[in-house]
């Protein structure tokens, strides 16, 4: 079946969407072009039209990643450096995850499970870059939580912390990307999002009567 027409524009994104999931899976060196076309529904002669050479894919692949990531980030907001502001962070980040295909960067995500099954060059990427987005804001909230005594016990690295939370949004939206989810998670959305939250600020040390007050607040 032919494929259908698009413009110069809209088939030079086409091609860069299928590369994303190409290289996610074998990495700038085990990519092939043949198999970008493949995925793009396009013949191998038509990716040389828009793309002088695989690397030049890949560096095009990379700057929708940040563009993609970067609206993510736009998504959740500036984290307050306040106990009230790292809950918020948490509230967002697993509505977020809630949304399952419809959230901002699904796709994005995709690629970066896919990676973490492969090579795992394109999630390494990804992964640094995120966490020198995040990590300043969360480390500002973290020792302002326990300037507040909000935080109790040893408080966790703010890399390790910033890293378990990306696991726990990242596995619940995935899961969430199907027309029924693939965790079997107990009761409805709205106990699945308290108990997120309730897991992850636990997991923080924050104090248990703070969470709930929080909690209890979003939900009225």
Known sequence: MPSPRLSGAERRASIITAAKTVFARY???GARTQQI?????????????HFTNKTQIYRAVLRAVIADQNAAFSALGVMDASTEGLLEILHRLIEHAM????????????????SLAGDG???RLVYRRALRLSLPGLERALEAAQAEGAITGAQLSGVNAAAFLE?????????????????????DDRRVRRDAILFCARGLGIAENRIITFLDRVDA
């Open 99 to 114: 949304q399952g295909p419809q959230a901002s960067n699904v796709e994005g995500m995709r690629m970066v499970v896919g």
């Open 27 to 29: 990495g700038l060196e």
């Open 121 to 123: 060059g394109y999630a």
């Open 167 to 187: 696991h726990v949004g990242t596995m619940m939206l995935m899961a969430r990307c199907h027309s029924q989810t693939a965790i079997p998670y107990d009761e």
């Open 37 to 49: 076309a493949q995925a793009a529904g396009v013949s191998e002669a038509l990716i040389f039209r």
